[in-house]
């Protein structure tokens, strides 16, 4: 009988730990916000490949910018529909930190370098930091169910 019990303790336990390290990751599907508004405006899927994190817009919120294009962006992104555009690149894990890739803004063609990491009080909340020098802008974006 005590041995059924440690059993199920242990186990619990363990479905415990397993739930919180899953929900302390960066991987996953992320709810964007628009600084200006408030209001949801896209999921960002954050997945690894190759050993560095990348950040892909996998839906578009607002029906009216589903077929929204990178006007303002340069190069191979010039006019490339947002949806299914990666938006973060080449992160790589420093501790807690994501770091060491850019982040795009694909309304304003602007690439930054990035910074990701769950908040520490939340795992249902990734900060984003896209920066220049020492000028940089935090947003908070929130897991998608």
Same mark, same amino acid.
């Given at each position: 009988m005590k041995?059924?019990?440690? @059993?199920?303790?242990l186990f619990l336990?363990? %479905? %415990?730990?397993? @739930?919180?390290?899953?929900?302390?990751?960066? $991987?996953? #599907?992320? #709810?964007?916000? *628009? *600084? =200006?508004?408030? =209001? /949801? #405006?896209?999921?960002? =899927?954050?997945y690894e490949d190759g050993g560095k994190v990348y950040?892909?817009?996998? =839906?578009i919120l607002n029906k009216n910018k589903q077929d929204a294009k990178c006007t303002e962006?340069?190069?191979? #992104?010039? *006019?490339? /529909?947002?949806?299914? %555009?990666?938006i973060v690149e080449g992160l790589e894990k420093d501790g807690d930190v994501y770091e060491g890739g850019t982040?795009?803004? /694909?309304?304003?063609?602007k690439e930054y370098r990035c910074k990701l990491w769950v908040d520490e009080d939340n795992a249902d909340k990734?900060?984003?930091?896209? $920066?220049i020098a020492f000028l940089f802008r935090t947003q908070e974006w929130f897991r998608a169910e």
């Open positions: 041995r059924k019990i440690f @059993t199920g303790f336990g363990l %479905m %415990m730990f397993a @739930t919180n390290a899953f929900s302390q990751t960066v $991987y996953g #599907k992320w #709810k964007t916000i *628009d *600084d =200006e508004t408030g =209001e /949801p #405006k896209s999921i960002v =899927e954050i950040g892909k817009v996998v =839906e962006c340069e190069g191979a #992104k010039k *006019d490339a /529909p947002i949806l299914g %555009m990666v982040i795009l803004d /694909p309304n304003k063609g990734l900060n984003v930091r896209g $920066y």
